[in-house]
């Protein structure tokens, strides 16, 4: 499998995610967004109310396009929502890594497949754990031992099995770094501007944020994450571009450094 291409600039590490309720609220965000980001990511909240047109919308707008929509479904079906996501021409996509091996073998094949000529193949990344789960809450599900060591699992599952990346918070990004090399993309959400991550260890996750594993942009920089995602601390603000461009200027300084 060929090397998945490598981010450039800060600018397009940062990825800014549009969970908004309608097409124009995502419109209005990209507008104050244009030229200060290079990518935005498309959940299932906007994708559910404008479906592909978010997407069309994006792009046109000269947005790189995650669509995280987490396919976690029989390998048939999986396959047929990333053939239509690489038609649309997204830059990035993801399916969840506990969808097993033939699953996600079926998601990276049809990506490859679907991708037309002269089109830049999708990443296609397989999310590991949430950031808004924890220890306690993976019990929970019958999982056995450590966060850490339960994305490392999912993620050498997703390299067998041909993808080209993980979704992992910034608690596992040395891990993954370390156990799956440089060429392994890692796509990190959970990104909080500096002063804000306090509460990552302060337990349970309130309704105001539900990410329990967070960290800065530079933190998730220095530890080896390709690309961040990051919602609230942009999308919540009065001014989305200020607060994007400083994160950008995070960034910039940790690569510096």
Not at 91 to 98: D, E, G, I, P
Not at 127 to 134: A, G, N, Q
Not at 218 to 240: F, K, N, Q, W
Request: charged content about 20%; glycine content about 12%; hydrophobic content about 45%.
């Amino acid at each position: 499998m060929p090397d998945a291409p490598r981010p450039a600039g800060a600018r397009d590490r940062l990825f800014v995610a549009l969970d908004v309720e309608t097409l124009d609220q995502a419109d209005a965000l990209m507008t104050e967004l244009k030229g200060v980001v290079g990518g935005c990511k498309i959940g299932s909240q906007l994708f559910t109310a404008a479906g592909p047109a978010a997407v069309e919308r994006a792009l046109a707008h000269g947005f790189r396009v995650f669509l995280d929509l987490k396919y976690h479904d029989i390998p048939n079906t999986v396959a047929g929502a990333v053939r239509e996501a690489a038609r649309l021409g997204v830059f990035m996509l993801n399916v969840h890594a506990s969808g097993g091996p033939a699953m996600l073998r079926a998601a990276a094949e049809a990506g490859r497949a679907a991708t037309r000529p002269g089109q830049t193949r999708p990443l296609c990344l397989g999310v590991t754990v949430l950031t808004s789960l924890d220890r306690h809450a993976l019990a929970a599900q019958g999982v056995v031992g450590t966060v850490e060591a339960h994305v490392l699992r999912l993620a050498e599952q997703s390299r067998a099995a041909g993808l080209d990346g993980s979704v992992a918070s910034p608690r596992e990004i040395r891990l993954l770094r370390g156990g799956l090399g440089p060429r392994w993309i890692i796509v990190t959400p959970g990104i909080r501007p500096d002063g804000a991550t306090a509460r990552a260890d302060a337990g349970p996750a309130t309704a105001g944020d539900d990410q329990v594993r967070v960290a800065t942009p530079a933190a998730a920089i220095g530890a080896g994450a390709d690309y961040l995602v990051v919602g609230r601390p942009v999308t919540g603000v009065a001014d989305p571009g200020a607060a994007a461009a400083a994160l950008v200027a995070e960034i910039e300084r940790a690569l510096d450094g």
